[in-house]
């Protein structure tokens, strides 16, 4: 019997664009035999199933369910591909959570504190093994002293909404003069922001993922750019990024990262596949959270695709897995 699975995709913020490209990977890799799936578009205006062969249909959110040619559609459970909000935030998991119906990631209350920087990196903190980079949070409707944030923190600074993904309203400054205007940047895209001492070393990212009843560490990626930073050009524009999967690191670092990198996962108590960003210093030395990515880009050219390869996996195989875990 086949399990109706509901793919979610699209969102409220400029990430729709990657959610898009996202749930194309997804689907084109769900296994035919053993899902039925409806691809759902999730935007302000609305929540839609669009069938090749004929007009949208809208989704009744009253129980979730669709109703083609006078038979009603229900869900075994929902495959969230919405990066950014309403479905990296928490909020799509508070409405299924509500009607009993499971889904492919993290809880409603993971969700919610993980898309808040400064939260996540309150709650992980005390990990073995993991430094966090000094910082400062803000908030538009507060006052804040741009002199004691300058006296707090040493130059480089980083300046990124809180609740943001894909690096969008990011700022480098390295002249204390330019911190107002990537503060105001940010706050184009966040109420509240965080800024954060500049960690200089090697920059890496790994995929988390709970695959067989165990947590299980994908091989690592390190990623090098020309520009200042990982933004989201370099993010999502072939050949601006050096990517390479599996990083070249010693056995013994991988070991390290393998246990920080799921001690992460446990703490916050993730479900479905997370990506973790890190930074080691020096000559593979302390290991700086950056941040988690609940639900990670999935496009042809995303991390998490190239991992799971690496890791000797077909990404059909792997979204069933993930389904058998969180969805049964």
């Not at 799936?37 to 009744?60: L, N």
């Not at 559609?73 to 935030?89: N, Q, R």
């Not at 990990?127 to 944030?149: C, M, R, W």
Request: with cysteine; aromatic share 10%; net charge negative.
């Amino acid at each position: 019997m086949k399990k109706i699975i509901a793919l979610l995709t699209g969102g409220t913020t400029g990430e729709w664009v990657v959610s898009v490209k996202s749930a194309a990977t997804i689907a084109h890799n769900l296994d035919a035999d053993k899902f039925e799936v409806y691809k759902i578009m999730v935007t302000q205006q609305g929540w839609f199933y669009e069938p090749a062969d004929s007009v949208r249909i809208e989704v009744d959110r009253n129980d979730f369910s669709l109703t083609i040619k006078g038979r009603k559609v229900t869900f075994d459970g929902v495959f969230i591909a919405i990066h950014g909000a309403p479905g990296e935030d928490g909020k799509l998991q508070g409405y299924l959570d509500m009607l009993n119906i499971p889904y492919t990631t993290c809880d409603a209350l993971t969700s919610a504190i993980t898309m808040n920087k400064g939260y996540t990196k309150a709650v992980v903190q005390d990990v073995p093994g993991l430094h966090v980079a000094k910082s400062v949070q803000i908030f538009n409707h507060t006052p804040y002293d741009l002199n004691e944030i300058k006296k707090t923190l040493r130059l480089p600074y980083f300046v990124k909404p809180n609740n943001g993904g894909s690096s969008i309203g990011m700022s480098k400054v390295k002249n204390q003069y330019d911190l107002q205007s990537a503060i105001d940047k940010a706050f184009k895209e966040d109420t509240q922001i965080l800024i954060e001492e500049f960690i200089e070393g090697r920059e890496f990212t790994v995929g988390v993922v709970k695959l067989d009843g165990k947590v299980t560490v994908l091989p690592a990626t390190e990623v090098e750019t020309a520009k200042e930073f990982f933004d989201f050009e370099a993010k999502y524009t072939p050949g601006v990024a050096t990517e390479t999967t599996p990083a070249v690191i010693k056995p013994e670092t991988r070991k390290r990262v393998e246990e920080i990198a799921a001690a992460v996962y446990m703490k916050l108590n993730c479900r479905g596949v997370v990506r973790m960003d890190f930074i080691l210093l020096g000559d593979e030395g302390d290991f700086y959270f950056i941040e988690i990515n609940t639900i990670p880009g999935q496009t042809a050219t995303s991390f998490i695709p190239q991992q799971v390869a690496a890791f000797g996996l077909k990404l059909n195989d792997f979204y069933t897995k993930i389904i058998k875990e969180t969805i049964g």
